[in-house]
């Protein structure tokens, strides 16, 4: 199998249109027909990812040329933009899928961190936005910065793939409160497992709720429970830089940076979007034995 975005798209389609999302004689809605199924639209909307065409517009006009021949039904952007906000919940379910499709789902080890999702910048966006269900002002600890926007919050493995996700506003839910909301909500390991994190999740109250639901926390001592030399010893901090990495990679390679949604709907389906598309290659790269599992290269053009 060859190790670029054709072999990628074509691997995926099959998996999905024989096992994930498999056509069905579903009702249709009124109006005409969409041009592409779910699987073809998730395929699509990967490539854009993977291409880095952070704008729709920019998208629907090189997509013709680069992946013409492998769809050649394209739709039009507005059809595009409009049949991709009510794909989330297939992109969610795709994403989770190809997660668990991976080796690396069995080990006993998961990284836990989160990162603000800027939305705005000036407090004209700010009034006038149709993010304000889920964009707040919160504090940049990692930057010394405030910021408008929404926080994420993942769980991955220690190669990059996403097991687990979600978006809060981030006054309504602060870090810990919405790690717990995730352990809860969605299944982020096979097995109870140690979840590596940063100070921000230290205390006997989250530590507690963790272990009820059967999990580990491993993070840095503080530096008050070093001078009273308790606390844990011995963290890998080679760890933390590995999430960071994860991060930057969903940020600047993947284009979650410059999202540029403009509605609540809008963001969360581009973050469906991006850590579909970062399973999808680290998935991929497992298949054809490639040596780096996150690595985006051959994708890219």
């Not at 050649?72 to 009510?86: F, G, I, K, T, W």
């Not at 001078?227 to 994860?246: D, M, T, V, Y």
């Amino acid at each position: 199998m060859k190790t670029d975005l054709d072999a990628l798209l074509t691997a995926l389609y099959v998996h999905l249109d024989d096992d994930v999302l498999p056509s069905t004689n579903r009702p249709r809605g009124p109006g005409r027909p969409r041009l592409l199924t779910d699987a073809e639209l998730v395929c699509v909307a990967i490539a854009q990812v993977l291409l880095r065409c952070d704008s729709e517009h920019h998208w629907m006009r090189a997509a013709p040329a680069r992946i013409g021949h492998l769809f050649p039904r394209l739709p039009c952007q507005s059809e595009y933009n409009r049949h991709l906000r009510a794909l989330a919940p297939v992109l969610l379910t795709v994403a989770m899928w190809l997660a668990r499709s991976i080796p690396t789902w069995w080990e006993s080890l998961r990284l836990m961190d989160g990162t603000p999702i800027r939305c705005g910048a000036s407090r004209v966006t700010v009034h006038r936005s149709g993010l304000g269900q889920i964009a707040g002002y919160g504090m940049d600890t990692s930057h010394h910065a405030f910021y408008w926007g929404a926080k994420l919050m993942l769980i991955t493995t220690a190669e990059g793939a996403v097991c687990a996700f979600s978006l809060a506003h981030p006054k309504e839910l602060d870090e810990r409160k919405q790690a717990l909301h995730l352990l809860h909500a969605q299944q982020c390991a096979p097995a109870p497992v140690p979840i590596v994190c940063d100070k921000g999740f230290a205390g006997a109250g989250i530590q507690a709720a963790v272990a009820r639901l059967g999990h580990t926390i491993v993070r840095p001592a503080l530096e008050s429970e070093k001078k009273r030399g308790q606390g844990p010893s011995g963290f890998p901090g080679w760890l933390r830089q590995r999430i960071e990495a994860i991060i930057w990679t969903l940020k600047d390679q993947l284009g979650l940076e410059r999202h540029r949604a403009r509605t609540s709907e809008g963001l969360w389906v581009r973050v469906c979007q991006r850590i579909c598309a970062l399973n999808a290659a680290i998935w991929h790269n497992w298949l054809i034995g490639a040596p780096v599992k996150r690595s985006l290269i051959a994708y890219d053009h």
